[in-house]
């Protein structure tokens, strides 16, 4: 499933810090518009006031992908309950193509189904967003519906994939 890359690949808790970055990367309307959270014009305040509410709520994960020691983006999973969780994700758009996304988000999987004692995770993408799409199904995550998912940089909600991977499918994927 995973294949060799030739640029480094590095996750590492995501904070404070790495605010100028994420503003830079996340101000891109083509970034913003495909993850729900990401408001646009993305805004130092916006970055700060997610980081700390990661670390005071501590409902979600989130590490910073590096790319060659480069601020890349963000995965994660929220504890939606104790039964599953729901991944996460967004690259700059320098970033694109490269294969970090489904690589981060493995590592991230693999982390959260041997920490935590989730059945399954879910994750979606807005339907017009085929790049995340390749990226869960890549992953191994199957269709399960189409919803409504809230869209702060759209201002409205939006048409979404939802996909849902079982810890059963990931050890399968994983031997």
Known sequence: MQRAQEDSLRLRPISLFDVPMIVELANDWDVASMVSRLAYPYEPRHAKNWINEIEQNRRED?????????????????????????????????????????????????????????????????????RSKKVLEGLGFE????????????????????????????????T
């Open 62 to 130: 989130v590490w910073a992908i590096e790319s060659d020691g480069y601020f890349a983006g963000c995965v994660g999973y929220n504890r939606t309950s104790v039964m599953h969780g729901e991944l996460g994700y967004w690259l700059g758009k320098p970033y694109w193509g490269r294969g970090l996304a489904t690589r981060a988000a493995w590592q991230i999987l693999a982390h959260g189904f041997a920490s935590e004692p989730f059945k399954y995770f879910h994750a979606c993408h807005f339907t017009d967003n085929d």
């Open 143 to 174: 269709p399960i519906d189409l919803i409504q998912c809230p869209s702060i940089a759209r201002g409205a909600p939006s048409p979404a994939q939802r996909y849902r991977l079982t810890r059963q499918q990931f050890e399968i994927l994983s």
